[in-house]
C-alpha cells in the first residue's frame, strides 16, 4: 500500500461551515450532532442528503406550509441524547404537509426537552441485501482516522457475524492512498451488488463513483483528526447508514457525527537507537539481587554477565546492605553507582525488586541520567489497579526529559532477553528445551515473557532464534519499537510478534514496518491474543494491553502483508516455513504461483487439493503441468509398476507402490516444469517399497542408507533452484527422518494437513 503524507492534509471549500457545526455541539456537551447538522457536514464535503427541514418549538403552521413542499416526509424527534428516535416513538413515516403540524404538537406534548422536529423527505427504495451502504470514518488510537465501508442498513452487525471477516464490511487507514489502492476495494461484496455483478441486479453506482465518495470522508477523517495540528476538534466517528444509490450517486439517509475539542497529538520520540545499549550493553547494573538467595531472577541474570564476555569491572550492583555479591561490590544507591562511574550512566539498568521500590528508583535513576536504557522485570505496575497510576507517574516523567537525557525502558513484567551472545533472560537454561540447534535467521519479540520461552522450547532443533525480546507492560518500548529497531539487522528472515495490545499510534506504524519487511523478503509472523472481550480483559489483566478490535486488527495486518496466526500451532509452522524455506520470498515478484503437489495417500492427495483451492485464490493454485512433463511423468509411472493402477491428476497420487527411486525422479520431474514455483512432497512412510525407518534388529531398513529418500530428498534440495517442503506423517517413530531433513534446511511437516495449510497462507500474502 501507498501513505499519505501528513504535510497533505489540506484544508477544503466549506471548512468554515462545518467548524461552525462542530463548535455548536461541542456547546452544547456531548459531542453528538443533530441529524440535521451532520447532513449539512456530509452535504460540505460533496455528499448527498434527502431535502429537510428542521423547525424549532414554536414554529407557525403557516411557515410549515410555506416551506414543506407536497413531498412525502419522515418527521423525527430531534433532542440531546435520543441517537434511537425509536426507541422514544419519537419517528413518523408518510407524512405530509397536511399532518406535519399536527405531529410536532403530539412530539411536544408527550416528550420533554426536544430541540425540535426534522423533515426529512421520504424515499422510496427495494430494501434488500446490497440496496443499502454504511459508510464511515473514525478515530482509532492504534491507527489514527479510519475509513468503513461495506453493507449498511439495520441488519449491519448481523452480516458481520455471517459473513467470512473482510466481506461485509472492509476498514482501511485513512492515510493510505485510495487512488493507489483500488484492489483492495474492487472484491468488496457491496460493489458487486452496486455494480450490478450478481445475477438479477443492475448497475446503480459505478466503482468510480464510490471511490470519490470514500475520498470525500477521507479527506473530512484527516483533516479532523489529531495528526492534524491545524484543527480544533476530533471528528470522533461519522456514520452514514443507510445511505443508497440514486441515479449514479450515494445519498446520506442517515447519520451520526460524534465530535470533540482537541488538537494533534504530541506523541513521545524515543530514541530508539539506545535499544542497542539495552540489548547489547558495554556495562551494566543490577538492583534486586540477593547475597543469600542465588535462584532470584536478578541473580541469575548477573551469573549470566559473570559468565560473558562483558569485564566484571562494567558489571555494577546496587543494594543497599550488601558490601558485594559473587565478587561485584554493591553500591548504596543511584547516586553512588554514578560516583562509582564518575557521573558516567551505564548502558543498562535491570530492575528486579517490587514496583513499590521499583519505582522511586527509577525516578531517581531518570533525575539523575543514570541510564542509557532500563529493564524492568518485576510485575505489579499496569497489571494492578494500584499499580497503574505509578506506572502512569513513571512515564509522565519519562516523556518530560530532555531527549538527550532520556532513556528507553523495557517492561516493567518482562522476563528479559536474547540478543546474540548478550543474554537477560532469567528463568533457567537447564529448564528449557531450546537447544540453540536449528536455522538461526529468526527473531521473537514478544509481550508474553511465558509465550516467548514456549516457542523456544516447542522450536527447539527446529527454529533457533537468533533474537528473542520479552517485552512487558509497553510502559515505553514496545513490539513495533523492537520490530522497528530490528528490521534491517543482518541475518533474519522471519520476525515473530506476540501482541496483546498496542501503544497509540502503534498500529499504522506496524503496518508500514510490516511492508518495509515483505519489500526486503522478510516475513513477520503475528499471533494476536485478545480476540474476544474475555480476551481482552484477560490481556488487561495480564500486561496492561489495550486489545483493540481483532477483526480490524486482522484485516489491516493481512493487507500490509502480515501472516496472522489462529493458533500457537499454525505461528510454530510458519515460523519454521519462513525461516527455512529460501526462495520463498522471491515469489512475491510473480503474478500467478504455481503448485505442484504429490503423495503415496489418497487422503493426503485430498487435502493438498482442498487448502490450495479452498481460497479461490487469483494469486496461486494447483499448478498446470506442460505435455512434456506428463509424459515424462507417464513413462516413470509405466517404469515402476503404477500406470496401471492409478491415472495422473492435478495433485499426483504415487500410491503406496511406489519406491524411492520413483519418487526423487516424479519429484525432480514437477521441479523442471515452468508452471511450478513451488513444491508440497508427501510421504505416508508406512509402506515396504520405501526407506524411512531407522536401523534396527527386525528389519534390513536404514533410513540413512544411500539410495534411501532420505538421502534422495536432501540431494534435491541441494540442486534445487525452487522452494519444496516435505510432510512426513506417522507419529514417533519417524522424529529422525524428520530431524535429519530439518537439519538440511528442508522445511518439514508432520502433517499433510499442516503443510498445505500453512504453504497456502504463505502464498495468499505474496
Not at 416528550?111 to 427495494?126: A, T
Request: hydrophobic share 40%.
Amino acid at each position: 500500500m501507498q501513505y499519505l503524507c501528513d504535510a497533505d492534509i489540506e484544508r477544503f471549500q466549506g471548512l468554515s461551515r462545518i467548524d461552525e457545526i462542530l463548535e455548536t455541539a461541542c456547546e452544547r456537551g456531548d459531542g453528538t450532532l443533530f441529524e440535521h447538522e451532520a447532513y449539512e457536514v456530509f452535504d460540505a464535503i460533496g455528499i448527498q442528503s434527502p431535502c429537510w427541514q428542521f423547525f424549532k418549538a414554536g414554529v407557525a403552521k403557516e411557515e410549515l406550509r410555506e416551506k414543506l413542499s407536497n413531498k412525502t416526509y419522515v418527521a423525527k424527534v430531534v433532542l440531546m441524547g435520543a441517537t434511537h428516535k425509536t426507541e422514544i416513538d419519537g419517528i413518523r413515516f408518510d407524512v405530509s404537509v397536511e399532518n406535519a403540524f399536527d405531529i410536532i404538537s403530539d412530539f411536544h406534548g408527550r416528550i420533554e426537552n426536544i430541540e425540535g422536529v426534522l423533515f426529512v423527505e421520504q424515499k422510496e427504495y427495494k430494501c434488500s441485501l446490497g440496496s443499502e451502504l454504511l459508510l464511515g470514518m473514525y478515530q482509532d488510537p492504534f491507527f489514527g482516522p479510519c475509513l468503513a465501508a461495506g453493507f449498511g442498513g439495520t441488519s449491519t452487525e448481523n452480516y458481520k457475524e455471517l459473513m467470512k471477516s473482510g466481506c461485509a464490511q472492509i476498514f482501511l487507514p485513512a492515510s493510505i492512498d485510495l487512488g493507489k489502492s483500488k484492489d483492495l476495494l474492487k472484491d468488496l461484496p457491496i460493489l458487486k451488488y452496486l455494480e450490478g455483478d450478481v445475477r438479477g441486479t443492475s448497475r446503480v453506482l459505478s466503482f468510480q463513483k464510490f471511490l470519490d465518495v470514500l475520498k470525500n470522508l477521507q479527506m473530512l477523517a484527516r483533516y479532523y483528526s489529531s495528526d492534524n495540528p491545524d484543527t480544533k476538534f476530533i471528528i470522533e466517528e461519522a456514520e452514514i447508514n443507510p445511505a443508497i444509490a440514486v441515479d449514479g450517486d450515494i445519498l446520506a439517509l442517515d447519520g451520526v457525527v460524534r465530535v470533540r475539542r482537541g488538537g494533534s497529538r504530541n506523541l513521545p520520540s524515543k530514541p530508539i537507537t539506545r535499544i542497542a545499549n539495552l540489548l547489547e550493553p558495554k556495562s551494566v547494573a543490577i538492583v534486586g539481587a540477593s547475597g543469600k538467595n542465588r535462584a532470584n531472577p536478578s541473580n541469575i541474570i548477573l551469573s549470566k554477565f559473570l559468565k560473558s564476555k562483558m569485564p566484571r569491572e562494567s558489571i555494577y550492583l546496587v543494594h543497599p546492605k550488601e558490601e558485594e555479591i559473587d565478587g561485584i561490590k554493591c553500591h548504596d544507591d543511584i547516586a553512588a553507582l554514578l560516583a562509582a562511574r564518575g557521573g558516567e550512566p551505564v548502558d543498562c539498568f535491570i530492575v528486579g525488586v517490587p514496583a513499590k521500590i521499583a519505582a522511586p528508583l527509577v525516578a531517581d535513576g531518570l533525575d539523575k541520567y543514570a541510564a542509557k536504557s532500563y529493564q524492568i522485570i518485576s510485575a505489579g505496575f499496569g497489571e494492578t489497579k494500584a499499580g497503574v497510576k505509578i506506572q502512569d507517574e513513571l512515564k509522565a516523567k519519562l516523556d518530560s526529559l530532555d531527549p538527550d537525557r532520556r532513556p528507553v525502558i523495557n517492561g516493567p513484567n518482562t522476563l528479559g532477553n536474547i540478543y546474540h551472545d548478550t543474554q537477560t533472560l532469567f528463568t533457567p537454561k537447564y529448564k528449557s528445551s531450546g537447544t540453540g540447534k536449528g536455522s538461526g535467521g529468526a527473531a521473537l519479540i514478544c509481550q508474553s515473557g511465558a509465550f516467548m520461552i514456549t516457542r523456544i522450547s516447542d522450536l527447539g532443533n527446529i527454529v533457533a532464534p537468533k533474537v528473542s525480546i520479552s517485552v512487558g507492560n509497553q510502559m515505553d518500548l514496545s513490539v513495533v519499537d523492537f520490530l522497528e529497531f530490528l528490521i534491517d539487522e543482518d541475518g533474519l528472515r522471519c520476525y515473530g510478534l506476540y501482541i496483546e495490545g498496542l501503544n497509540e499510534g502503534d498500529g499504522l506504524r506496524l503496518m508500514k514496518l510490516i511492508e518495509a519487511a515483505r519489500e526486503n523478503g522478510r516475513f513477520v509472523v503475528i499471533y494476536k491474543s485478545g480476540r474476544t472481550e474475555a480476551g481482552m480483559e484477560a490481556a488487561k489483566g495480564h500486561t496492561a494491553a489495550m486489545a483493540g478490535d481483532y477483526e480490524m486488527f486482522y484485516d489491516f495486518m493481512t493487507k500490509a502483508g502480515a501472516l496472522i496466526a489462529d493458533t500457537y500451532e499454525e505461528f510454530n509452522s510458519l515460523m519454521m516455513l519462513c525461516t527455512y524455506c529460501e526462495g520463498l520470498s522471491e515469489l512475491n515478484n510473480k503474478d500467478e504461483i504455481g503448485v505442484a503437489g504429490l503423495s503415496n495417500a489418497g487422503f493426503e492427495k485430498c487435502a493438498i487439493a482442498d487448502h490450495l483451492t479452498a481460497t479461490k485464490s487469483k494469486k496461486f493454485g494447483i499448478a498446470s503441468l506442460n505435455e512434456k512433463t506428463r509424459a515424462r511423468l507417464q513413462d516413470i509411472f509405466t517404469a515402476y509398476g503404477i500406470s496401471s493402477i492409478i491415472d495422473q491428476g492435478d495433485i499426483l497420487d504415487l500410491s503406496p507402490m511406489m519406491n524411492d527411486e520413483g519418487y526423487d525422479a516424479i519429484i525432480r520431474a514437477t521441479l523442471d516444469d515452468g508452471a511450478v514455483d513451488i513444491g508440497i512432497y508427501s510421504i505416508v512412510p508406512e509402506t515396504v517399497m520405501m526407506n524411512t525407518c531407522e536401523k534396527g534388529e527386525r528389519h534390513r531398513e536404514d533410513m540413512m542408507a544411500e539410495g534411501g529418500i532420505l538421502s534422495r530428498l536432501i540431494d534435491i534440495k541441494k540442486g534445487a533452484k525452487k522452494p519444496f517442503v516435505v510432510s512426513f506423517e506417522s507419529g514417533w517413530k519417524y522424529n529422525a527422518f524428520a530431524k535429519r531433513l530439518l537439519e538440511e534446511g528442508i522445511p518439514t511437516f508432520r502433517s499433510v494437513d499442516e503443510a498445505a495449510r500453512t504453504v497456502a497462507k504463505c502464498l495468499r500474502i505474496l
